[in-house]
């Protein structure tokens, strides 16, 4: 099925050239038709394909898609509008990105397909530490995989400067107890949007970012 027609990519690439609020406010009926609410449709739909496999996921895609909308307040840039359309599918949805998951990102120079986990608090990192040092050839095992290294190469994520020294033995045997995130990122054409194969090729990815979400899930608690 088809979600989106090139509307979608031709809205962003005009808004971009007229980030502002006086282009958008004319263009506002086109944004609905073409960009918000396709795309509303588009997530629900991966949604409900992923609670074939993930039950436990019960969201609302208002509770996974973010703004268009620029948090400018501490920024230089002070055009007020993304130049791209985004979602963050878990069960915690955009509002807890230290939940692992799916976020897709539709712009018209890619399609941005990530997963792991982003915004981790102490506690949290703290227990995915302790899940590492304790089974590091485990997590390796997952982040090695054949398919996983394929589609998305390796764990992304700010990490410590200065190692403590009750991580300094753990980190010899696995450099990325360093990490304070734990993410991984694949990019696919900008065609990919106006598929038919569109979700089907996005559940591919899902299904390959899972065991290392599901690690990091459990990992955390």
């Known amino acids: 099925m088809q979600y989106f027609t090139e509307d979608f990519v031709d809205f962003f690439e005009e808004l971009s050239k007229n980030n502002h609020k006086e282009w958008f406010h004319d263009h506002k ?67 807890d990105k230290s939940v692992p998951g799916m976020f897709l990102r539709f712009s018209p120079r890619m399609v941005g397909v990530m997963g792991g986990c982003f915004g981790v608090s102490k506690e949290q990192l703290h227990n995915l530490r302790t899940k590492i040092h304790l089974d590091p050839s485990g997590f390796r095992k997952l982040i090695e995989d054949k398919d996983f290294v394929q589609k998305f190469g390796e764990i992304k994520g700010r990490a410590l400067k200065r190692i403590p020294k009750e991580w300094k033995e753990a980190y010899e045997r696995e450099p990325l107890i360093a990490n304070k995130q734990f993410y991984f990122v694949a990019e696919e054409a900008t065609d990919l949007i106006t598929s038919e194969d569109l979700i089907p090729k996005l559940m591919v990815y899902w299904k390959t970012m899972q065991p290392v979400n599901d690690y990091l899930t459990k990992a955390m608690q």
């Open 29 to 95: 009926k086109r944004y609905e038709e073409s960009v918000k609410k396709p795309f509303e449709i588009f997530i629900g739909k991966m949604i409900q394909e992923i609670q074939k496999y993930d039950p436990k996921l019960e969201i609302d895609p208002k509770d996974c898609i973010l703004r268009i909308h620029k948090d400018i307040r501490f920024s230089k840039d002070k055009s007020p509008y993304n130049l791209h359309y985004t979602a963050f599918i878990s069960r915690g949805g955009r509002k």
